[in-house]
């Protein structure tokens, strides 16, 4: 079984920052990707921020030179700062690894959410 827990969402007003932190555990063999995915109310989840285990990153054009993904494949930690929130920001940000667990078995696990509203 592999977890994966995430944390740091909250309110903000627009132009502030924030920090997501998602920590994947259980019986993981790897994690060749990680990444940051959002949905907003009424709208289909989308990438927002995803890097590799040879820390290739690819980024979605409405969050580029602000958001910036980092990972610590030691640790299976990755996080996503952000910064210059927008109200448009607003979403649930999920979590996602996929690799393959202690029995070779491939994976692609999603976190349970972590609500981002960005306000005045």
Same mark, same amino acid.
């Given at each position: 079984?592999?977890?994966? !827990?995430?944390?740091g969402? %909250?309110?903000v007003?627009? %132009?502030?920052?924030?920090r997501?932190s998602?920590?994947?555990?259980?019986s993981?063999?790897?994690?060749?990707?990680? %990444?940051?995915?959002?949905q907003?109310?009424?709208?289909?989840?989308?990438? !927002?921020?995803?890097?590799?285990?040879?820390?290739?990153?690819?980024?979605?054009?409405?969050?580029?030179d602000?958001?910036?993904?980092?990972r610590?494949?030691?640790?299976?930690?990755?996080?996503?700062?952000m910064?210059?929130?927008k109200?448009?920001?607003?979403? !649930?940000?999920?979590?996602?690894?996929?690799?393959?667990?202690?029995?070779?078995? !491939?994976?692609?696990?999603w976190g349970?959410?972590?609500?981002?509203?960005?306000?005045?």
């Amino acid at each position: 079984q592999v977890q994966l !827990v995430e944390s740091g969402g %909250g309110l903000v007003q627009p %132009g502030g920052s924030l920090r997501l932190s998602c920590a994947a555990s259980g019986s993981i063999f790897s994690i060749y990707a990680m %990444g940051w995915y959002r949905q907003a109310p009424g709208k289909q989840r989308e990438l !927002v921020a995803r890097i590799t285990s040879a820390d290739s990153t690819n980024y979605a054009d409405s969050v580029k030179d602000r958001f910036t993904i980092s990972r610590d494949n030691a640790k299976n930690t990755v996080d996503l700062q952000m910064n210059s929130l927008k109200p448009e920001d607003t979403a !649930v940000y999920y979590c996602n690894a996929a690799g393959r667990d202690s029995r070779s078995r !491939v994976f692609n696990h999603w976190g349970q959410g972590t609500q981002v509203t960005v306000s005045s």
